[in-house]
């Protein structure tokens, strides 16, 4: 098994999982922005901040936030580890990706309970 | 039960095999200066003259393998994408001015919607392919004619999805 600074008492098992669980719920939501996208092809923005305003959107859109941010460090990691060799330049490629991703996830929270 | 079964699915992941080959190729340790030929000596014959080839486009990889590596760039480039989809989810959300802004990007703005198509294939390609790794996982498709008929089968879907997402987007 892969011992690594950056992934602290995980294991494949709970990757594997974590996975799975974050693609079914990014699935759902894409299918879900795709769809109402598609049939309001003349969106505006009180029909637009509407759709936000409602908390099971929130809930929704949270929840898909959080799952990019557990699916693409999962799913980054595995990568670099994979293609990575060096040490030094892996570290600082997952510290840039979970910096990033944590900003997304803070940023993301702050425009949900904006609308 | 879960770990194993997961553990075996990875070891017939065509593109990890490559890796897990490679990563058994005999092991060199540093060492001081005066030290290197005693450590050279440890190393058995047979790996020591074993040919190594490390020219890439010599080797043909299946279709199963092209659909793993594929996945894999597409969500290395929706993770690179998330930086435009959070400005599109800030600014269409931050005033009638700023959703008009986003509106007029995708409808006219070549740029927009060049980033718009590539993410949109990435996203479709990723999910067709996420899907046939759930399918995989309950057990379907997991022979080697399985393997091919899902990878063939993720390449037509995913493209046909592609030239939607063109036409959607133009």
């Not at chain 1, 003349?42 to 990019?68: N, P, R």
Request: proline residues 4%.
């Amino acid at each position: 098994m892969v011992i690594n600074i950056l992934n602290p008492g995980r294991n494949g098992v709970a990757d594997w999982m974590i996975q799975r669980a974050s693609a079914v719920i990014l699935g759902l939501y894409s299918i879900f922005m795709v769809a109402y996208l598609l049939f309001n092809p003349d969106l505006d923005y009180a029909a637009w901040s509407g759709l936000f305003s409602h908390i099971w959107m929130k809930v929704f859109t949270l929840l898909a936030l959080l799952s990019v941010a557990a699916h693409a460090w999962v799913g980054l990691w595995i990568v670099a580890t994979d293609y990575i060799k060096p040490a030094a330049i892996r570290f600082g490629a997952l510290l840039f990706v979970i910096l990033a991703l944590f900003v997304f996830v803070v940023w993301g929270v702050q425009v949900i309970w904006g609308v | 039960m879960a770990a194993r079964r997961a553990i075996h699915r990875l070891s017939r992941r065509p593109d990890l095999m490559i890796i897990e080959s490679y990563q058994k190729l005999p092991v060199v340790y540093s060492c001081g200066p005066g030290e290197k030929s005693a450590v050279k000596s440890q190393r058995p014959l047979s790996t020591a003259k074993r040919p190594v080839n490390l020219d890439l486009s010599s080797i043909q990889f299946p279709l199963p393998a092209l659909v793993s590596i594929s996945h894999r760039v597409s969500g290395i480039m929706l993770f690179i994408g998330l930086i435009f989809l959070m400005w599109a989810f800030q600014v269409s959300l931050s005033s009638p001015a700023g959703f008009n802004t986003v509106r007029e990007a995708m409808a006219h703005g070549f740029f927009a919607r060049l980033v718009l198509w590539g993410l949109l294939s990435a996203l479709g390609f990723h999910f067709v392919a996420g899907v046939r790794h759930l399918i995989m996982d309950m057990g379907h498709g997991e022979t080697l004619e399985g393997g091919q008929r899902g990878a063939q089968l993720t390449i037509i879907i995913s493209a046909l999805l592609v030239v939607m997402a063109g036409v959607w987007v133009w």
